[in-house]
């Protein structure tokens, strides 16, 4: 039986549009019919007759399908429809009047479109061709449309994306502006019948590093920071991990979000050698190196820094230099300017030791121990000490029961400053020698000598060492007193 709701309200719409003219029509809800859905229609002829129905020209050999509502209308029902259905439905009434009258309906009954099967999820590899298929089916035929953006695919030959005659969508050498949803529609051909499917395209690409800079030069020092960055492409966006040469240390090594780029503090000498960042994603995974070159400024050390040596004696020294790459050693006699290079001879170096036989005053100051790098120089002054050496060109000049000595160079020094002179005198060689200290900024002078007198002289020089050798001696006669006579 007909839904009477819907009947009344079939009917109550009727009389709203048509009142009582004897105007014939036929009336149903929608004329595009679902397989399997009722079909329902009124024919209202307006006034008081025999009202009949026809289908395609053809009488209705089963009344149970129409029925009379009352005597100005009859419903046709046809309660599952099937394809066969559908076509054109006439209403045909004999007025009690006497007049004849009919009116026709198209019907269309329709299945699908249903997708079946179709996959709504495809992955494609960068650079490869896709193929998405759309499986549809449906009932009279149905026209497929690929759409995407609101924009329909169109099917031209040559296209790098287009619809292919099977509906199956092309796609020519994946680009990853390829991926996002596609429309798959599926329409009833004439008909304002459709169905969408929404179909996902992923591309996918294989890992690439890309690094800003294979190598890295950098200085060890407390306060230097050196950041090594890995650049990454690849869909699904790759996991970058990295294999150091040494243990990874949380308060030393840090990653940004993503981990493409490292840094290190205070970059110390075994943050030397090769940094490998690996990125990987499903498809595969790549990966490159980086090599960190750390240079440590050169440093030297000494034995000793000073040496009290006595005339005679063998100095030793030993010198050690550190840095990266390792530095060159060389010594230096700092207070004349030459370099000492050989194993041999009384000043000789030997393993970097530097050997001083029977040290003279002439080997006393600086020497330095220098280290030369492509990272720098560096150096370290040791500083050798003897006696003084003997006074020389001197004169001597007598004075009144005194003796004056006049230097016209300083002896030398042995490498610390000469502070004090001994000034000798004897009369003969069976004496004793006799001396006075005098400060090295006073006048060299032996005062309190018996005028008119023969004195053999000489004076040595006086450092932190020692005394030094005494210069060679001199004969002097003393002046004597003058006096005044009047006439």
């Known amino acids: 039986m007909m839904n009477q709701s819907a009947l009344l309200k079939i009917t109550l719409l009727l009389l709203a549009m048509y009142g009582t003219d004897a105007k014939m029509d036929i009336i149903m809800t929608k004329q595009d019919v679902l397989v ?22 053809e009488d209705f050999d089963d009344e149970k399908i129409f029925s009379a509502v009352d005597e100005t209308s009859s419903k046709l029902i046809i309660k599952k429809a099937k394809l066969q259905d559908a076509g054109r439905y006439t209403c045909l009434c004999d007025f009690d009047s006497g007049h004849h009258d009919d009116t026709q309906i198209m019907v269309f009954v329709y299945e699908g479109p249903s997708f079946g099967s179709t996959k709504t999820y495809h992955e494609f590899l960068e650079g490869t061709d896709g193929v ?24 031209n030959e040559g296209r790098r ?5 099977d509906n199956t969508l092309h796609i020519e050498k994946v680009k990853r502006d390829d991926a996002g949803t596609y429309l798959c529609q599926g329409q009833i051909r004439g008909r304002a019948i459709y169905q969408q499917l929404s179909i996902s395209v992923v591309v996918n690409a294989p890992p690439k590093v890309n690094l800003k800079e294979e190598g890295k030069k950098v200085m060890a020092e407390s306060e230097t920071n050196v950041s090594l960055l890995c650049l990454v492409d690849g869909l699904p966006k790759p996991n970058i991990t990295w294999t150091m040469p040494v243990t990874f240390d949380p308060s030393h090594h840090q990653f940004n979000s ?8 205070s970059v110390d000498r075994a943050d030397f050698g090769e940094y490998v960042c690996t990125a990987t994603n499903k498809i595969a995974e790549d990966s490159a190196t980086i090599m960190l070159h750390v240079f440590e400024a050169p440093e030297v050390f000494v034995s000793a820094e000073q040496q009290r040596v006595l005339a005679g004696e063998r100095v030793y020294v030993s010198c050690n230099v550190s840095g990266h790459p390792q530095p060159e050693l060389h010594w230096l006699i700092k207070h004349n300017g030459q370099t000492v290079d ?56 007598p004075r009144l029961a005194s003796v004056l000595f006049s230097l016209k160079a ?22 004793q020698w006799k001396q006075v200290k005098v400060p090295a900024s006073d006048p060299l002078a032996i005062p309190s000598l ?26 002097v006669l003393t002046q004597g007193i003058r006096k005044c006579y009047t006439h």
Not at 362 to 375: E, F, N, R
């Open 161 to 165: 994306v287009r619809q292919l005659q």
């Open 132 to 155: 998405v298929p759309c499986l549809v089916t449906g009932k009279p035929v149905v026209d497929v449309q690929w759409i995407r953006d609101k924009q329909q695919i169109p099917s």
């Open 410 to 431: 300083q002896p030398v020094s042995g490498g610390t400053p000469i502070t004090t002179f001994v000034l000798q005198w004897r009369q003969n060689v069976s004496e």
């Open 450 to 475: 018996k005028p008119y007198t023969l004195y053999t002289v000489r004076l040595a020089a006086i450092n932190a060492v020692g005394l030094g050798e005494f210069s060679d001696i001199h004969n």
């Open 342 to 397: 050989s194993p041999s001879g009384r000043v000789r170096v030997v393993d970097n030791v530097l050997i001083i036989d029977e040290v003279v005053p002439s080997d006393g100051g600086l020497y330095s121990c220098i280290a030369v790098s492509t990272s720098g120089n560096a150096s370290r002054d040791v500083a050798i000490h003897t006696q003084p050496g003997p006074p020389h060109n001197l004169t001597v000049r």
């Open 258 to 265: 993503d981990r493409s780029q490292l840094t290190i503090r």
């Open 36 to 57: 399997g859905e009722e079909i329902l229609m009124l024919c209202k002829a307006g006034a008081e007759g025999v009202i009949t129905w026809k289908k395609d020209g």
